[in-house]
């Protein structure tokens, strides 16, 4: 797929102890938005926990309220991105179209999120994609993430 710019939004660690939403990407509207890869990974000093973290994908019906965010361009060529992008906000979106993708991740591990190109995540001019951590982890669960994305 070709795209008109590809764009990626990363956060430095932050420790969380609620439900948590880690980013929330409209598209322009007249430009779709295909989700290529999200990863999420611990804190430098990431209390060693036996615990399962919950990362969910989809649809959002209204904004969680995250600071907005300036995306970087992938490409010196790209143009500035068309989407509008929030990030780290404990104010947490309801996922309104079910889950894309619902996955877990080890505390200390991380997990990623990197499909075939055949089942990537893609929405449509307009629509809303957030990326959550929807059951709040154990205390001083400290993690970061990237979420990189293309618009056509």
């Not at 000093?45 to 969680?64: M, N, Y």
């Amino acid at each position: 797929m070709n795209f008109a710019g590809v764009y990626a939004y990363a956060q430095t660690p932050v420790t969380i102890s609620t439900s948590h939403e880690l980013f929330e990407i409209t598209a322009p509207s007249d430009r779709s938005v295909t989700i290529l890869r999200a990863k999420v990974f611990p804190g430098t000093d990431q209390t060693p926990l036996d615990e399962l973290i919950e990362f969910q994908i989809g649809l959002v019906s209204a904004s969680g309220g995250g600071a907005g965010v300036t995306p970087r361009a992938m490409h010196p060529n790209y143009a500035a991105t068309g989407s509008t992008v929030t990030g780290n906000s404990s104010s947490v979106s309801s996922l309104t179209v079910g889950h894309f993708h619902d996955d877990g991740f080890h505390a200390q591990q991380g997990g990623l999120y990197l499909p075939v190109p055949e089942e990537r995540i893609t929405i449509a001019g307009s629509d809303v994609v957030g990326g959550i951590i929807p059951i709040a982890p154990g205390s001083g669960t400290s993690i970061g993430w990237i979420v990189v994305w293309g618009e056509s």
